[in-house]
Structure formats: C-alpha cells, structure tokens
C-alpha cells in the first residue's frame, strides 16, 4: 500500500511519511489543493495517519499510527501526537507539547512544554448540537505551558488550566485551574499547589517544578 499525497502539499527536508499515509485530504467541500498543508523538516508519520489540507505543522513533528488531523490546525516544532489520536478543526499546538495515545481534541489551545496523557477528551460542546445556539456556544480548552494532564481525565469546554499546573488521572474538570496547581477529582477540586509534591523516588525535592531540576542535577555532581 503506497501514501497518497493531495497537490498544494509542502513537506521539508527528512521527512519519513510510513505508509499508507493520507496527506493533505481536502476537507468536505474543498477542491484538492485549494487549501495548502505545510509540514515542517524531519517530520516522522506513522502508518494510517491521515492530515487533511489547511494545516500548519513545525519542525521535527511526530505521530504514532492512526492520527487524524483534520483542517486548520496550527502545531508548532517538536510535537508529537500519540497513536490513534484525533485533532479535530482549530486547535493550536505550541512547541515541545506531547499529546499521548486516544486522545480527542477540539478548538484546543495548549502551550509549549505541555504534557496530555493517554484517553485526554477535551470536550468543545456546552449544549447538545440541536440547540439553535450551538456554534455561538462552542468553545475549546486552554492549556497554558508546562502543565500536565494524567490519563482519562475529561476537559469541559472553555476551561482554562493554569501555567505548570497538573491534573490528576480521571479527573472531570469543570472548573479553571489555578496556575501551580494540583487538582484531582471528579469534580477536580484544588488539593495542593506543584511545589508540594515530593519524589516518590527521593532523586528531587520538588519533582514537577520548572526548569526541572537543574540546581539539584549540579548540586548531585
């Protein structure tokens, strides 16, 4: 089975497309090469992967098998989208994020340095799709930098989780996190703020502070 490549693709230098691939699929209603996709160097895409025209992907970009990213999405450089993962439209990525396996995101904002483990839904829907109202109420997620969000957990729509903050495996978050936060629950109730939290391991004081490490890392030499 071979990858299928739509026109308008542009894919930089060292870029290694497993097959079979589906690059640059028009989005319903589009002509092929109507909209562009651009895919950054040394991109690694796994087979069954499919990217649909009227992306932006950076540098260094990852999948595991089975992603789908659907249009107008923007990725920055060094990301990688785990297996079976699903991007819907408007989502935007920003560099060194790391979106594990099955997960589903919409109209997402996440920063840089952000870290979703595996079955993460970030929900975009208030109401059901009957409702009149529905596209005016619509609205995404944001995931400021550095923060960390355990497996299973549930995003509702226009959350905000906080800069280098964490949440909880299975967790239902209904509420914006505080920045430097930890929360756990359904529903995800403040338990501690990150500096709290020790090393099981005993290597590090304070295990999810940023930059990780470093003073202790000199100080162990």
Same mark, same amino acid.
């Given at each position: 089975m071979n990858n299928i490549l739509y026109p308008n693709v542009e894919i930089k230098e060292n870029a290694n497309i497993e097959p079979p691939?589906?690059?640059?699929?028009?989005?319903?209603g589009a002509k092929p090469g109507k909209l562009p996709l651009k895919i950054g160097r040394n991109a690694i895409i796994r087979p069954f992967t499919t990217i649909y025209a009227g992306s932006e992907i950076?540098?260094?970009?990852?999948?595991?098998?089975?992603?789908? &990213?659907?249009?107008?999405?923007? @990725?920055?450089? *060094?990301?990688? %989208? +785990?297996? !079976? /993962?699903?991007?819907?439209?408007?989502?935007?990525?920003?560099?060194?994020?790391?979106?594990?396996?099955?997960?589903?995101?919409e109209m997402v904002t996440i920063g840089s340095n952000v870290f979703v483990g595996p079955n993460v839904v970030f929900t975009d829907d208030p109401h059901p799709m009957d409702c009149p109202k529905y596209k005016e109420c619509k609205?995404?997620?944001?995931?400021?930098?550095?923060?960390? &969000?355990?497996?299973?957990?549930? @995003?509702?729509? *226009?959350?905000? %989780? +906080?800069? !280098? /903050?964490?949440?909880?495996a299975g967790s239902v978050v209904t509420k914006d996190v505080p920045e430097n936060s930890v929360v756990v629950g359904n529903p995800a109730k403040v338990i501690k703020t990150i500096d709290q939290l020790t090393c099981e391991a005993g290597f590090f004081d304070k295990p999810y502070s940023w930059p990780p490490y470093k003073d202790e890392e000199k100080d162990s030499k």
């Open positions: 691939c589906i690059i640059g699929k028009p989005p319903r950076g540098d260094n970009f990852q999948t595991g098998q089975g992603v789908s &990213i659907r249009e107008d999405n923007k @990725i920055g450089n *060094g990301v990688s %989208i +785990g297996t !079976n /993962s699903v991007l819907e439209f408007g989502n935007r990525i920003g560099n060194n994020s790391r979106i594990h396996s099955n997960c589903f995101l609205k995404g997620a944001v995931v400021e930098d550095f923060a960390k &969000i355990g497996a299973n957990s549930t @995003i509702l729509p *226009g959350i905000r %989780i +906080g800069r !280098n /903050s964490l949440v909880g």
